[in-house]
């Protein structure tokens, strides 16, 4: 069962990320616009990553690019970044928006911002289209643009807010750079040490 959660989750998410958004409105129908605002981007993350991970796309685009030809993502990898380290970080942020302070809500916000300009970035390197380059251009940098506006409207958009959602949301993004470079460098020695012990 957890194979096929691994394999299969961004179909689930995708249907979610559909009923979220048409029960949107009742949902959020008496929070304040900053607090809704920062829900409403775990329905549209969830839209992207079905642009994004459809028949395992942005692994494989990842892989060829980013890994050199190596599995630096494996499914289980893909995983847990987008399940506990998108959605659970979203719930997150919007339970510290509501209950502690609204400008933490900048978590969620920067956290689709900057995967927006990742893809941005990643075409303009690679010159190509990569996967979830359409969603995170006309639904991460729009809404989280408006989102930033109505949470610094609200006094919620203090420097210290503004830093903590920057910060953690380049650090999810870093985390994941650094992870894939560590194990392509793993697979790369991999194969002289096996080498080595039979040489040996």
């Given at each position: 069962?957890?194979?096929?959660?691994?394999m299969?989750?961004?179909?689930?998410?995708?249907?979610?990320?559909?009923?979220?958004?048409?029960?949107f409105?009742?949902?959020?129908g008496s929070?304040s616009?900053p607090l809704?605002?920062t829900?409403?981007?775990?329905?549209i993350?969830?839209l992207?990553?079905?642009?994004?991970?459809?028949?395992?796309?942005f692994?494989?685009?990842?892989?060829?690019?980013?890994?050199?030809?190596?599995?630096?993502?494996?499914?289980?990898?893909?995983?847990?970044?987008?399940v506990?380290?998108?959605?659970g970080?979203?719930?997150?942020a919007?339970?510290?928006?509501?209950?502690?302070?609204?400008g933490?809500?900048?978590i969620?916000?920067?956290l689709?911002?900057v995967n927006?300009?990742?893809?941005?970035?990643?075409?303009?390197?690679?010159?190509?289209?990569?996967?979830?380059?359409?969603?995170g251009?006309?639904?991460f940098l729009?809404?989280?643009?408006?989102?930033?506006?109505?949470?610094?409207?609200?006094?919620?958009?203090?420097?210290?807010?503004q830093?903590?959602?920057?910060?953690?949301?380049?650090g999810?993004?870093?985390v994941?750079i650094?992870?894939?470079?560590?194990?392509?460098?793993f697979?790369?020695?991999?194969p002289?040490l096996a080498?080595?012990?039979?040489?040996?």
């Amino acid at each position: 069962m957890l194979e096929r959660l691994t394999m299969h989750w961004v179909y689930g998410g995708a249907l979610a990320g559909m009923l979220l958004l048409i029960m949107f409105p009742l949902l959020t129908g008496s929070w304040s616009t900053p607090l809704a605002l920062t829900f409403l981007h775990l329905p549209i993350y969830m839209l992207h990553q079905y642009e994004e991970h459809d028949q395992d796309r942005f692994r494989i685009f990842f892989n060829e690019t980013i890994g050199d030809g190596k599995e630096v993502l494996s499914p289980l990898a893909v995983f847990m970044i987008n399940v506990p380290g998108v959605w659970g970080v979203i719930v997150i942020a919007t339970y510290l928006a509501a209950n502690v302070n609204i400008g933490l809500g900048l978590i969620a916000v920067y956290l689709a911002v900057v995967n927006g300009l990742v893809h941005i970035g990643h075409a303009l390197l690679f010159k190509r289209y990569n996967p979830g380059l359409v969603t995170g251009t006309i639904l991460f940098l729009p809404i989280g643009a408006y989102s930033i506006w109505q949470i610094q409207l609200s006094g919620g958009g203090s420097f210290a807010a503004q830093a903590i959602g920057i910060v953690v949301a380049i650090g999810i993004h870093a985390v994941i750079i650094i992870y894939a470079r560590a194990k392509g460098a793993f697979l790369s020695e991999t194969p002289k040490l096996a080498s080595r012990k039979k040489g040996g």
